[in-house]
């Protein structure tokens, strides 16, 4: 499984994003969109589940990010609206050979390289 991360940006506070993440080989998995910023842990962000009918969100971004799969062409995106200076960071995309919606990035076996996102006030 290759992952491949990509519509990263400046962008300025309230505006929005939509990363996108390509998907090679088997595509039966949750897939995940995680940050990190210098210095911490990689953060959760969201997952769907392999069917694209379930969807987990962190607090931070409940409300304001969407997480979708085209399984026709092999897809993830995240949309990001109302973007605020603290989602500043790499994101990064990842599967995670599972039935559930799993938040922990230990429980994600794939990944993409990382595209960055910075927010501007």
């Known amino acids: 499984v290759q992952l491949q991360a990509s519509g990263g940006g400046s962008v300025q506070v309230g505006e929005s994003l939509r990363l996108s993440c390509s998907v090679s080989?088997?595509?039966?998995?949750?897939m995940g969109w995680f940050r990190q910023v210098p210095g911490k842990e990689r953060e959760f962000v969201a997952v769907?589940?392999?069917?694209?009918?379930?969807?987990d969100y962190a607090d931070s971004v409940k409300g304001r990010f969407t997480i979708s799969r085209d399984g026709a062409a092999n897809r993830v995106y995240l949309q990001m609206n109302s973007l605020e200076p603290e989602d500043t960071a790499v994101y990064y995309c990842?599967?995670?050979?599972?039935?559930?919606?799993?938040?922990?990035?230990?429980?994600?076996?794939?990944w993409g390289q990382g595209t960055q996102v910075t927010v501007s006030s």
């Open positions: 990842a599967a995670a050979y599972s039935l559930g919606l799993p938040r922990a990035a230990r429980d994600h076996a794939y």
């Open positions: 080989g088997r595509t039966s998995y949750a």
């Open positions: 769907i589940g392999e069917n694209g009918y379930r969807t």
